[in-house]
């Protein structure tokens, strides 16, 4: 950032230091001796990528993928959330998005032709589904749920019965539903993580869209994944050369080593999870803040509305601790009053705690302003 700021506003795990664990490096190193990552890989992606997240998806949700018929890796998991309505979605047709959300999730439909219908959550559900509240906005033109799990920017880990309702609903009123889990692979306090597409009737409808971006901590490598049925995965196959092309072959063989070394991962998930906790607090109690300890990834979501809008306290942050956060609003009508920071950036937990206690004292001040601070 211009001016010598500090950008807190990419959810990109460690950003801006360098974090490619050794294993990857030396593939990646040991690729360019070789030579041959100059080639494609295939449209449809690597097979022994495939393998490899096959393996890694039956472990965390017993799902049987065979790695020819339920996977397809993408250049990212951004335009595999596209890619993955794009087979549903004609111009007139409505998308129900849970509002806050990824803001990508409302866009998506729009540039598809369709409307997106958001559908509110609330802090005080602790962002849980009302279902009354998907019910209330379907219409004859509904054709799809897209929603973020974990949510971004909430952090939400959606529990059971909300999965449930969810997935009943949909099938209720025959919708495909897109599961967006970019930030599936860092849940915190031993929650349950429910995966929809293996409840009862749920494999026939959902796509599940993830990325090595977050959790493995490589946003810079480019790859996401989708799986599904093999009726949907047809489809998406047939158009994988038109619309991906392909995704990197270097970056292909980078996250293999690093989906394969486990230790890399559970260091990251202890460096994270201490991370949230430190930025929980050093930040909960500030006067006229309300913020809860993130459930799960790299991020933290504080209701600042007693100090001001999310423009005014972003721009205060700006100019007076020169830290960039995200405003609430790009996140729907419900981030209308907070903002996301994210908490997991910096590689050092020392850097990062400095740069809460920046946050911290700015709000501080703020709260003082309006006579919050007894
Ligand atoms: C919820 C969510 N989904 C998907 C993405 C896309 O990530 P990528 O394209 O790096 O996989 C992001 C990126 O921030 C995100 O926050």
Known sequence: MKAGGDIMAWADPFFPDPSIPESVKKVLHEAVDQGFASHYSMPIGDLLLRKTLAA?????????????????????????????????INEGDEVLVPDPSYPSNFLNGKLLGAKTVPVPLF????????IEEFEKRLSPKTKMVLFCHPNNP??????????????EFVKKHDLILVSDQAFQDHIYDGIEFVHPAVLPGMWERTLTVCSISKGIGLSGFRIGYIYANDVIMDVLYG???????????????GAIAAIEDTEHLQQN????????RLAYEILHDIPGVRMKMSESGILSWLNISKLGSSEEVVSRLMSEAKILVNQGNPYGEQGKGYIRIVTGCFWDDEAAVERFKRIRSVLLDMAQERNLVN
């Open 56 to 88: 890694y998806i039956t472990k965390r949700t017993g799902l049987t993928i065979d790695p020819s018929r339920n996977i397809i890796i993408t250049p990212g998991s951004d335009s595999g959330l596209l890619f993955s309505m794009m087979p549903f």
């Open 123 to 130: 802090e005080e559900d602790n962002y849980q589904f009302r």
């Open 154 to 167: 909430t952090t939400t880990v959606f529990r059971r019965k909300s999965i449930e309702d969810l997935c």
């Open 239 to 253: 158009a994988a050369v038109n619309v991906l092309g392909a995704s990197s072959t270097l970056s292909t063989i």
């Open 269 to 276: 998930y202890i460096k994270l999870e201490k991370r949230r």
